[in-house]
């Protein structure tokens, strides 16, 4: 968890202490701000962000980044018009789960192959890919998790699944 600590830390949320608590802990003498983001730093101190706290899957005990499992999708399917969002729902089994929501149709197990041989752990894989209209987005262009998580949630309970194979 990165933590951020110096003069630009704001002293707490208006109104609200118990959320200020939470996110503003004292460590050592000196308040620290908690910014839902994981990351690490180098031999040489720099700070490298892998993913936010809230992109991440749990899934048999082990994190694992939602974000590194869109980046190696993006790696090794040579498509600039395709879009994906990975996401966490609950899996009876493993705890959570990952499903893709994308705009292109995808050979499961040709992508499958080729992110293992790109270095994806088979517990990093999506065990299914959704076909949508459109990837859900914010105003701003970006992608809205929220809204992309609820359509999972229910693509999922509907089993619209292409390519089981």
Not at 71 to 81: G, P, R, T, W
Request: proline share 3%; charged share 25%.
């Amino acid at each position: 968890m990165i933590l951020i600590n110096g003069g630009q830390v704001m002293k707490g949320y208006l109104n609200n202490p118990e959320k200020s608590e939470l996110s503003l802990p004292i460590i050592n003498g000196k308040t620290w701000y908690v910014s839902g983001d994981k990351g690490y730093l180098d031999e040489d101190g720099f700070l490298f962000i892998q993913d936010r706290y809230s992109r991440f899957a749990k899934i048999g005990g082990e994190m694992v980044a939602l974000g590194q499992v869109e980046s190696a999708i993006h790696k090794v399917v040579e498509d600039i018009e395709l879009e994906i969002v990975a996401i966490n729902i609950p899996d009876s089994k493993k705890g959570e789960t990952i499903i893709v929501l994308t705009n292109r149709s995808l050979d499961q197990k040709d992508l499958k192959d080729k992110l293992l041989q790109n270095g994806l752990t088979t517990l990093s894989l999506p065990s299914a890919y959704f076909l949508v209209d459109e990837i859900p987005k914010l105003g701003s262009g970006k992608t809205d998790f929220g809204t992309a998580k609820n359509l999972a949630q229910r693509v999922s309970e509907i089993g619209t699944k292409y390519n089981k194979k």
